[in-house]
């Protein structure tokens, strides 16, 4: 078992940035990886960003690359999602997972998380 506890979101202005914090507990995470997953009003939750814990290996959607960054901190067992020059449209209730390494190679599908953290609310006004 795997808890997960989301923290940072807010309300922004356009073009501001924030940092998303995911604090992980439970079970040794080095056999897992970790993604930041979305869902804005009326829309899907969709894949944002993710990181394999022990391989480091990175993946990132195409609508967030080069604006955000995915990054863990070992001794605290947290992820973090950075996030630069946010738009509007990145509005949403962000979500922290974790999936088993061995569940498969992709890192965006959604059905492959065995855990999910509460979700953190960010707003971003034009």
């Known amino acids: 078992q795997v808890q997960l506890v989301e923290s940072g979101g807010g309300l922004v202005q356009a073009g501001d940035s924030l940092r998303l914090s995911c604090a992980a507990s439970?079970?040794?995470?080095?056999?897992?990886?970790m993604g930041w997953f979305r869902q804005a009003p009326g829309k899907e939750r969709e894949f944002v960003a993710a990181i394999g814990w022990s391989t480091g290996r990175l993946e990132y959607a195409g609508s967030v690359k080069g604006r955000f960054t995915i990054s863990r901190d070992n001794a605290k067992n947290t992820v973090y999602l950075q996030m630069n020059s946010l738009k509007p449209e990145d509005t949403a209730v962000y979500y922290c997972?974790?999936?088993?390494?061995?569940?498969?190679?992709?890192?965006?599908?959604?059905?492959?998380?065995?855990?999910w953290g509460q979700g953190t609310q960010v707003t971003v006004s034009s």
């Open positions: 439970g079970r040794t995470l080095s056999r897992y990886a």
């Open positions: 997972a974790a999936k088993f390494l061995s569940s498969g190679s992709g890192y965006s599908d959604i059905a492959l998380y065995d855990y």
